[in-house]
Structures are given as structure tokens and as C-alpha cells.
């Protein structure tokens, strides 16, 4: 059973800083992703921070439901990131932000949520062809 635990949270504040000064970001629409990637560490994993701006939805109900949608397609399909993380020791931290004001579907999040890891995955894969 794939759980969604605290120590996969991104919540230090040093870490969270550090993601936005020296981390790369792209747009998945109707998400926009900012992710940070630390080779050979000795405590590989994934770590995720998940944002619904004010500026979008006004409403805390519906900014806390597209945080819970997001949280939920991310537990969903997390297992091949983390593999990912595990074999090639790295210490990935993660950062996904709604940008619209509609409050997107869970199919669509979760479709979303899949190309994402999936493009971080190819990125990584792209970056270790160049490097050998």
C-alpha cells in the first residue's frame, strides 16, 4: 500500500530555499514545477511540496481540495521516481503549484501528475547520457 508519510513532505525551510535559488523549473498546464536534483547522496529520496496560490482560488476549501488531489495523483504513481531516486542515489525535492482557477479533476491531475515525474525522470536520463 503506497502511503504518503511525513518524511516524503518537503517542509525545511533551508531545503524549500534551496529549491527555489538553485532549482529548474517547467510548466505541465495546469501546473507549473520547480524540482532540484542532488547527486550521490547517502539517504536517497524524494521529497514533495504542494502549493494552490490565493491568487488563484480565493476560497481555502477549494485551495485545500486541489492540494489533496495533487498529494493523492502524487502517491498514486510515486513508485517510479523513488526507484529512480534509490538507483541512482539522488536526492530529489519537488515543487508543484496549480496556475489556474479552476479546480482541475482528479483524471486530469492525475494524467498531469504522471508526466511530470515521467519528464524529471527524462530529464535525468537525458542529463546522465551527456555526462558518459
Known sequence: MAKFTKQERLCSKVEIDELFSKGKSFLVYPFSVRYAIKENCDNPQVKILVSAPKKYNKLSVNRNRVKR??????????????SLAEESNLDISLFISLIIKDIPSFELADSKIQKILSKI??????????NN
Open 121 to 130: 525522470i527524462d530529464i535525468y536520463s537525458s542529463k546522465d547520457e551527456i
Open 69 to 82: 488531489i495533487i498529494r493523492e495523483s502524487y502517491r498514486k504513481n510515486k513508485e517510479t521516481i523513488i
